[in-house]
């Protein structure tokens, strides 16, 4: 069983390649378009999967920052919505999760 200690290094080492995976994403969609037609379209094609990419990123980024304020809180492995404890196992497939099973569904 991960200890909150572990759980916290778990969750910062998350945060800190989300961080880096979105700097790349950023980085890659200020490079300039090409000149030719079939290329800028290609190009924009990509960029969307980019923006799409880096908006799930942002999300996950803000619940994992979340995540580790409920630790500081000593809220961390609560459901926000009911109250009861988030089983062990759905902490182990979803670490920044706010909610049990039940009130996720």
Do not use: W
Not at 4 to 12: F, G, M, P, T, Y
Not at 39 to 52: K, T
Not at 86 to 105: F, G
Request: glycine share 6%; proline share 4%.
């Amino acid at each position: 069983m991960k200890t909150i200690n572990d759980r916290e290094k778990h969750l910062r080492q998350s945060l800190a390649n989300l961080d880096q995976k979105l700097h790349q994403i950023e980085d890659e969609l200020e490079q300039p378009m090409p000149k030719d037609f079939e290329d800028r379209a290609s190009e924009r094609e990509e960029d969307e999967v980019l923006e799409g990419l880096g908006n799930a990123g942002l999300q996950k980024q803000r619940m994992i920052k979340a995540a580790l304020k409920r630790i500081k809180n000593g809220t961390y492995g609560i459901c926000v919505k009911c109250g009861n404890e988030i089983s062990q196992e759905r902490l182990d497939v979803l670490p920044y999760t706010p909610k049990c099973h039940t009130c996720a569904n």
